[in-house]
């Protein structure tokens, strides 16, 4: 790996949704100093970096995604102060901290889309895209059309998500050095790094229709991050739709854009609509990991190895067996992904297996996209839109944490702002932590043998597995030394190894007596080859 990367590679990141995370002062939405609480835990577990969902001053139409003030603090989430404590308390115990920059839209509540949409000869006024018609027919993520009309200024403004999240036109060179200043603040407060929001949409091509990938895409990333005062930091995009050969230009680390991206193929695959109930295979998973492993290793790029986040229904009720089989299920999918060559990162309580809720009734959602779908879903009748989007909801990700199975989880003293988690009762940390086997203890060990294993964390990988097989086999080799990793899918099979003459590192079944005896429903095996 480029030496430019190489460190990133044995960072674990902690992501955490700052509002369902842990209340201290009693309102009902986590706060800042829920997250500085909660630091010794993380730092236990064997996490070093985390990144924070947005916290800046917002509306909340889309919970943070809306930004209203990139230089100051939500207030339901404390103040500026409880941020640099946060930086310094988190730094003081070696863990990094990852902002998420939000550089495509702002909230209409921003001062900039409050002038711009004043008059058409402002000096705000071409921040953002106004036309006199809507040039394209684009629809916005969350529904309804992506150009609305501003009376103010009788014209239409772009939105790619809400109404009230305008897109920014960074075609305007002063928008860009605006995100440059912004990225500097939060870097001279001590950021370590920065995962950025929908990346791939800031430069659009708007007469041919396009509205990502546009043509400045890679020059407008390289000027923001590309220079001298940015070097050090970390920074992952989100890009939903990369071809490799888009993420080899962003993350080349000669072009000096982006460490890395986010790329969702796993999340994607058996995947048709957002809301339509599937279950993508184990192995389907696998096949797409082999794939990007094996790219990224020829040219040399960074990958994110995660299988959770705040836009996606928690991966183990998705591609797992989330009941009677939800320890094996989740410690499987811990040991698949996280011995992997790459970033390692963990969305929040995924570490001691949580699960999707279900809810009855549409008030229980919060999410602006879920409910807007809900309503295009009525048509085919209340329960099939309900049952749509206790599937597909991002609500299923933002649940509070259940800490303990106490009325609010041990989230808040008081009902929180999202019902709490409906399989509190079932799973939650406490209940994890002293149960007969623990989902979070095998996270303790897998993370803590990745930190003492070189050939887990820069080692070549090379897969043994073939497409038709049950299960997944590859090693990790470095420096002469080879670590080799199994894992078995739902159904008992026999890989053929015999571990009499290996050294077992760790296991996810107390007993593995029997050296040649069939691998059962989820075992995994991670040993050293002699
Ligand atoms: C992607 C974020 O992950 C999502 O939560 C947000 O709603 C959209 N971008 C718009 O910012």
């Not at 929180?416 to 203890?441: M, Q, Y």
Request: glycine share 6%.
């Amino acid at each position: 790996m480029t030496e430019k990367y190489r460190d990133f590679l044995s960072w674990v990141i902690y992501q955490i949704y700052p509002r369902s995370f842990q209340d201290t002062n009693g309102d009902g939405i986590g706060d800042l100093n829920g997250v500085r609480a909660r630091l010794d835990y993380l730092k236990d577990l064997g996490v070093n970096a985390i990144w924070l969902c947005p916290c800046y001053k917002s509306p909340n139409d889309d919970n943070g995604y809306d930004v209203a003030d990139y230089r100051d603090i939500m207030d339901e989430f404390g103040n500026m102060d409880d941020m640099k404590a946060l930086i310094s308390e988190s730094h003081a115990r070696g863990i990094h901290v990852i902002m998420d920059l939000v550089p495509n839209h702002t909230s209409s509540a921003h001062k900039w889309f409050r002038a711009s949409k004043q008059s058409r000869d402002n000096p705000y006024s071409d921040y953002y895209y106004w036309f006199d018609e809507p040039p394209t027919d684009w629809n916005a993520s969350f529904g309804g059309k992506a150009w609305e009309y501003c009376p103010e200024r009788k014209q239409y403004y772009l939105h790619s998500y809400c109404v009230s999240q305008p897109d920014l036109n960074w075609d305007n060179p002063k928008v860009r050095d605006e995100m440059k200043a912004v990225g500097d603040f939060w870097a001279s407060l001590g950021v370590d790094g920065f995962r950025i929001d929908v990346i791939d949409q800031i430069s659009k091509d708007i007469p041919n229709g396009r509205n990502c990938f546009g043509p400045h895409l890679h020059e407008y990333i390289h000027e923001l991050f590309g220079r001298e005062e940015a070097a050090h930091l970390f920074t992952v995009g989100e890009c939903w739709a990369s071809t490799g050969e888009e993420y080899k230009k962003h993350c080349d680390a000669s072009r000096n854009e982006l460490s890395t991206l986010f790329q969702f193929d796993h999340l994607e695959c058996g995947r048709s609509e957002k809301f339509v109930q599937t279950a993508p295979s184990l192995a389907a998973v696998r096949d797409v990991l082999v794939k990007w492993q094996t790219f990224n290793q020829q040219n040399d790029l960074l990958q994110m190895l995660f299988t959770d986040n705040h836009d996606n229904a928690p991966f183990l009720s998705r591609v797992g067996n989330d009941k009677e089989l939800r320890y094996e299920s989740a410690t499987c999918i811990a040991a698949m992904f996280y011995t992997l060559k790459g970033v390692a990162l963990l969305y929040q309580g995924q570490e001691f297996g949580t699960v999707s809720p279900r809810y009855d009734d549409i008030s229980d959602f919060r999410d602006v996209e879920a409910i807007n779908a809900y309503n295009g879903f009525l048509p085919l009748g209340k329960e099939e839109a309900l049952k749509r989007i206790n599937f597909g909801s991002r609500d299923n990700s933002r649940r509070p944490i259940a800490w303990d199975g106490s009325e609010y989880g041990g989230f808040s003293t008081v009902a929180p702002w999202t019902p709490v988690h409906s399989e509190k009762d079932r799973v939650n940390l406490d209940a994890d932590i002293h149960g007969e086997k623990s989902i979070h203890a095998f996270y303790k060990r897998l993370l803590a043998l990745r930190r003492a294993t070189p050939e887990l964390l820069y080692g070549d990988f090379t897969v043994l597995s073939k497409p038709t097989d049950p299960f997944f086999r590859f090693t990790r080799s470095y420096e002469g030394k080879t670590v080799e990793v199994l894992c078995n899918f739902e159904t008992a099979s026999d890989p053929g190894v015999s571990f009499a003459e290996q050294d077992l590192l760790r296991s996810n079944y107390k007993d593995r007596k029997d050296a040649s005896a069939p691998f059962r429903p989820y075992e995994i095996a991670i040993y050293r080859v002699k």
